[in-house]
């Protein structure tokens, strides 16, 4: 299984986590300031965090990843040197602080145990979910979602994800929020638009590309195209944003929304 973990700064120790993740499978992603930080970290897919506290704003770096609502469930672990620094990193949010000396033997035990990986068990059963009728109440969501009434359909695809317990309510929970951020396109509402999309990016990401009949693969990429183009549209022109790229959420079955 391959670990996505991410690498905060230029560290002194990067020649350490490089031959750690050349034995054990881990992909390595380095982040050196530029560009949008928790953004990367979603779309990069990262199940783990590595914060050199040596680096210049480090503890922004953890405190936005433990904050924002799309990375928060990603552990972060901090290398730190000092005891003000490790105490800073758990006021922070860190889940763990190491020495550098210790990543060599401690790092794998540490991505084992705190790293957001897939569990198998979970996988299973959210196929055998997928592989189930859409309920009634999420194909009129579905209706209601591709009719643009964007509120009423959260309000559906909330119920439905409050009263599911199996994996399958991460489905619910993508739409809902995509949705939500297309009525806040509509709203003209740049910024809260892009907070929506971000956090369905995880959701979308965990679900098989058909699930319950519904086109998964298709609303990731209407999703993700729509962000990109809200990327680029300036807050003070929204009123002029092509609304044609809010498309509907297909279903493959065909059958009546």
């Not at 750690?20 to 380095?30: K, M, Q, Y």
């Not at 763990?96 to 957001?116: F, G, I, N, Q, S």
């Not at 699930?211 to 609303?219: A, E, R, T």
Request: neutral net charge; glycine residues 6%.
């Amino acid at each position: 299984m391959t670990v996505t973990v991410a690498v905060v700064g230029q560290p002194r120790w990067a020649a350490v986590v490089e031959t750690l993740a050349s034995r054990h499978s881990w992909r390595l992603i380095w982040y050196d300031g530029e560009g949008p930080y928790v953004a990367r970290l979603v779309e990069d897919g990262a199940a783990l965090i590595l914060v050199d506290a040596q680096q210049p704003g480090w503890r922004a770096r953890v405190t936005a990843a433990r904050t924002n609502p799309a990375t928060r469930r990603i552990a972060v672990i901090v290398v730190a040197t000092d005891d003000a620094a490790r105490h800073a990193a758990y006021d922070a949010g860190a889940a763990m602080v190491l020495l550098p000396d210790e990543l060599a033997a401690a790092l794998p035990k540490v991505v084992m145990t705190h790293a957001r990986l897939p569990d198998p068990a979970r996988r299973a059963w959210l196929e055998h979910q997928c592989g189930e009728p859409l309920p009634p109440e999420a194909r009129e969501a579905v209706r209601l979602f591709n009719a643009g009434d964007y509120y009423r359909q959260h309000d559906l695809f909330e119920a439905l994800w409050m009263a599911e317990d199996g994996p399958v309510r991460e489905l619910y929970r993508a739409i809902l929020q995509v949705g939500i951020a297309y009525y806040q396109i509509t709203r003209g509402n740049r910024r809260g638009a892009l907070k929506m999309l971000l956090r369905s990016v995880q959701w979308l990401a965990s679900l098989p590309d058909v699930c319950q009949g519904v086109d998964v693969k298709q609303l990731r990429e209407d999703a993700a195209r729509v962000r990109t183009a809200l990327e680029k549209t300036d807050p003070a022109a929204m009123a002029a944003f092509d609304l044609s790229l809010l498309r509907p959420v297909r279903l493959v079955d065909d059958s009546p929304q």
